[in-house]
């Protein structure tokens, strides 16, 4: 998934940034809509410098795992898909040396213009879903981080 096409979104998070962010986690209660799937996604840009994003995981209310790889250790975005719709520079990928936890994050420091990474998951209409993941950037200068469940 990259944009557009949806019926629901729900923003989670919004951060427009002109100063370093050192490894911080945000958590979300998330209450699903009448749907049967969802997709979480990140859009991140960095202008210069990197976003670096670890241990994504969203939980059912019996403390179920619904997504697959949210700490990139398969060491590449196995389970995810990554759009960058406009061609943007330095685009994302997972590295390893500046994770959270583990050995790998996903780094992005596309310039210009934002890029995708996304995965859908399974959903029960009405339940609530606890969305956690650990987010940092480098950069001094302009950043900005989308995060949204959209359906």
């Not at 976003?51 to 403390?63: A, E, K, P, R, Y």
């Not at 697959?68 to 943007?88: A, L, Q």
């Amino acid at each position: 998934m990259c944009t557009g096409g949806t019926l629901y979104t729900t923003q989670l998070l919004y951060l427009d940034l002109t100063a370093i962010l050192p490894w911080t986690q945000y958590s979300f209660n998330f209450p699903a809509p009448n749907i049967s799937s969802a997709t979480i996604v990140f859009a991140l840009r960095d202008d210069p410098g990197e976003w670096f994003l670890d241990d994504v995981s969203i939980m059912d209310q019996s403390g179920n795992e619904l997504l697959s790889n949210g700490g990139f250790e398969t060491g590449d975005t196995t389970d995810w898909i990554y759009c960058n719709p406009n061609n943007g520079a330095a685009s994302g990928s997972v590295g390893a040396g500046s994770s959270y936890d583990g050995a790998y994050c996903y780094i992005d420091g596309v310039v210009g213009v934002s890029d995708y990474l996304s995965q859908t998951f399974t959903v029960t209409p009405y339940d609530n879903y606890l969305i956690t993941f650990w987010l940092s950037s480098n950069s001094n200068s302009v950043t900005y981080a989308q995060i949204s469940v959209t359906s």
